[in-house]
């Protein structure tokens, strides 16, 4: 038996049986590179809630140059990271953290950039604080109990950069008429996305989150031009001179577009112009008819 | 093949005991375990060895591996390497180009354990069916590896990679990846005979092109004592590899197996009852081979005895 192997071996194969099989194969492997293809594109996609470790390049690029080693991993001392397991809706093998459960503890060195052996975590990046993992959010502003006229500020205490990424705006409690509400604002061009805000939130399911940034935020128009800008730039107004706007009032009164509203100049109580009775406008014109 | 064979390994293990007639089986499975070993003493006891994963590692904090197919995979997707991983890849290079590229594939990759078992189990049950796949797929399947971050600028074949996939699951967990590794498994065992690890996987497909030139391999030095019982054969991971060597005496082929094929698991040096295989220096085998008398075999035998 082994004889006969041997001598269909020696015949070999001929061109039509090695053309045929050459085609089979690279048919059957091609398809095979479009179905990885279009499940990768799939299988890609981050989940909003997964968050890079610092120093991540944008998604694309990463999936590029992350070799799934998870040196990163080990050397989190924090141990928030994780990779991604065939199943998760990370891609396999690359690492993310959870805010919610673990956040960006924000070492100063952080160490697991320079244990990437592949620059998918940026070596570029030395200082934390300019780290952007995504941007926390306040995503719901009916939980948030801050909106509640509740004081909390635990977003705005536990922040890494506290008061230049997350600040509070004092603004009236309309529904007491005479508290305040200290609502917490996330400020882009501070937030690292570390997520220590969406881990302290009170709440049972977290009104503030980190998202990938380009989820979270808007972006303006290219061709939009905000005019005060503009006009600061160029020190004057650029289409016409500004006029001043004439209200036609009494002598004594003027008004205010911006806030204060009419503003009466008056020295002394005689001189006011406008009589404090309504009545005496309305009737303007009519006296002694 | 006339005689009615004994089971496979069963006269090695007369003639030689059955600590002998599974030496380097075993040598490749403490290996293997080894190489787990190191990377799971840190996150089971504290003690760090190995960090990372067989995509790249740092032992002790000084020494980097790299995979050289994962790595070629990254920079045909646009990446530039740091000094870290590229020594880690000249080390890997250099080893496997010494041993033998597909030494990977029976010492050190952990998916060799799970085909083992389905190739051992297919013995065991005397299962057989034609194989569909040709053993070249795995070279378009390595090309198709290479094309894909290409084309997509993402390491495409990471998603699916059981080899990866089956390591980074021991050491950091598993996931659903043990789906990938039955999948493997029950390929091996009913769809096509060493299937996965010889037909489809493209890194043991690249290991294979870098262990071309490996002095590292087996011989049949002994080639004349050979009785025919086909137990290498049916071991044999790679069993078209033997035959040339073993059965080419007359055609004046050397006794060195000279295919980048074989993975160097010396599993035919295990069974064989007669002896007839050995580890060998394939170009010193060769210096031999040229004026093969009897007495330079014995010169032959002795040198690889003392190697």
Known sequence: ?289 | MGKTPLPVGVEAIESKGWLKAHQWLILRRLSQLLVIGLFLTGPLAGIWIAKGNLAYSMTLDVLPLTDPHILLQSVLAGVNPHRDAIVGVVIVLVFYLLVGGRVFCSWVCPVNMVTDLASWLRRKLGLRSATPLSRSTRYWVLGLTLVLPLATGSIVWELFNPVSMAFRGIVFGLGMAWVLLLGVFLFDLFVAREGWCGRLCPVGAFYSLLGHWSPVRVTAVQREKCDDCMDCFAVCPESQVIKPALKGAKKGIGPVIDFADCTNCGRCIDVCAEDVFRFGNRYAEEKHNLSETSESRDQQNRFIDAA
């Open chain 1, 1 to 289: 038996m082994r004889h006969s192997v041997e001598k269909s071996k020696d015949r070999g194969v001929s061109r039509r049986q090695f053309i045929g099989q050459t085609l089979k194969t690279a048919c059957g492997v091609g398809l095979m590179g479009m179905g990885l293809g279009f499940y990768s594109k799939q299988a890609s996609t981050l989940p909003a809630m997964a968050v890079r470790p610092p120093g991540a390049l944008p998604e694309d690029e990463f999936l590029g140059a992350c070799i799934r080693c998870g040196a990163c991993v080990r050397d989190c001392p924090y141990d928030i990271l994780k990779l991604g397991q065939l199943g998760d809706e990370v891609p396999t093998g690359t690492p993310y953290f959870s805010a919610r459960t673990g956040p960006c503890e924000m070492c100063e060195d952080i160490p697991c950039i320079p244990v990437c052996p592949t620059n998918a975590l940026d070596h570029a990046l030395t200082d934390i604080n300019e780290a952007r993992m995504g941007l926390a959010v306040v995503v719901d502003q009916e939980t948030c109990i801050a909106f509640l006229g509740l004081r909390c500020e635990v977003c705005f205490n536990v922040c890494p950069i506290r008061g230049d990424a997350i600040t509070l705006d004092y603004q009236h409690n309309a529904r007491s008429g005479k508290h305040a509400l200290f609502i917490p604002i996330v400020h882009s061009d501070a937030c690292t996305g570390c997520g220590l805000c969406e881990k302290a939130c009170i709440l049972d399911e977290a009104a503030i989150k980190v998202f990938p940034t380009h989820l979270a935020k808007g972006e303006l128009g290219k061709h939009y031009r905000l005019g005060w800008e503009e006009k600061e730039k160029a020190g004057g107004s650029l289409v016409a001179p500004d006029a001043k706007h004439e209200y036609h009032l009494p002598e004594g009164v003027r008004y205010d577009l911006q806030g204060k509203g009419l503003i009466l100049d008056a020295k002394s109580g005689d001189e006011i112009p406008v009589s404090s009775n309504p009545l005496d406008t309305l009737n303007r014109g009519l006296e002694g008819k």
